[in-house]
Each structure stands twice: as structure tokens, then as C-alpha cells.
């Protein structure tokens, strides 16, 4: 492998991020500290490196710890390179609509995200902690008597998020079309009602990394203005026993 081919950290293997690396970073180990943290630095100076060297697959790639749940932290790489974040029907909307319905896409994306690399640690996707997961994640998501594919309970879960993602998008697509009001009939996740427990059944498990989840996002000055706000909202709360974002 060419270490100087142009790639990008999010398109590497766990085993490349840990082959690659190097610590010349005098400020890294604040970023293991747990507490929310503010990283700046211009084009290509290894932010993102950093961030992805701290996932779980990667650490144990590096020989740093045997299994996950050796681990000290959690950490969840979100880039915000995708378009899921800047949505020209989301943009249109003011007031509550738009804070409710950004928020709810904002949790939605990072979830999947979270759910995704859940799935990568499960070693058996049927065992009975995961039953009993999914049971109390189905009632953080206010989701009752549903059809549960035995075979699959975490995948159950991604396709639950996915579809609430789903369901907001189309109801923004229809909102372009009309000038008449539209009731949303969905739910909507709030971060303290569906986030907050939603990362405390994760951390909660025996196969996940102890401590707190780190969230990191990558490149969140390029999320629309008013999502950052909404981001910044979620620092405020004192949350770092559970989440730090980074």
C-alpha cells in the first residue's frame, strides 16, 4: 500500500487507520479525556485520523486492547460530508417545525450510524441481551406490538430508524408541494427522550466499550447553520457520563 496515495480516512480499513497512524499530535490525549471537545485545524492536518483512530475496530487493530469492551470509551466516527444533512426541503421550513424536524433528521442519521457499528461488535445477533435491547429500544421509540424478525434484532432496530428517517423526508417533500398545513404522523426522536436512553442501552451492554460513547463529528462546521445550533444545544446538557461529543 502507497502511503502517500490520496485517500481519504473515511474510505480506510480499520487495519489501514491502525497501520498509518502516527501520534505526533500534542493535544491527543485531550481528546481521549471525558468531556465534550472542540477540535479546529485546517484541511488535511489528521483531524479525522484522529477521530477514527479511537473507533473500536481500529483500536484493537492496533493491538491497544484484546476485545471492544476493553476499552475506556466508545467511539462513533459521523462525517458530515453527506447530503442527508443539507436538505433543500429542510432548509424551507421555520420555527418549531424546523427544530422539531432537524433534530429528529440530525438523531436519525447519527443513530444509523451508531446501530451500524453496534452490528460490526455483535458477535450473535440473536443472543438474549440483544432481545432484551431491542424490547426496551422498541419502547424508547414508541413503537408497540411489532412483527420482530428473531434472526436479526439489531437489524430489526436500523430498519425501525431508517424508516422514521424515511417517513420525515417524504413529509418534507410533500410540505414543498403544498400551502395547506400537514400534520406529521410519525414520531419525532428528541434528544433527551430517544437519544440520551438510546446511548445508555448501548453503553449498558457486556460486549460494548466501557465508558462514555464519544460522538464524533467530523467536519460539523459544514452542517447548515441552524443544525449546528441544534448541536450546540446538545453540549450544553450535561450528558459527558453517557456522551461526549468531540
Known sequence: MNPFSVKTPETLKAED???LFVDVYSDFPRLLEPEHTFIHGARGTGK??????LEPQVQVA?????????LSHYAIHVPIKSPNYSLSELERLEGSPYWLLAEHFMICNISLKILSSLKALAVNEVSPELEIFLADFLKIAGEEDPAIDGNRYL??????????RVHAKKYMEKLAFSKEFLPYESVLFGYEDFFLPLVRLINSLSFTPNGSMYLMMDDADNLPIRMQKILNSWVSYRTTNDVCLK
Open 17 to 19: 487507520i491502525a497501520s
Open 48 to 53: 479525522s485520523m484522529m477521530l477514527r483512530y
Open 62 to 70: 492496533a493491538n491497544k486492547v484484546k476485545y471492544p469492551s476493553e
Open 155 to 164: 437489524g430489526f432496530a436500523y430498519g425501525l430508524v431508517e424508516r422514521e
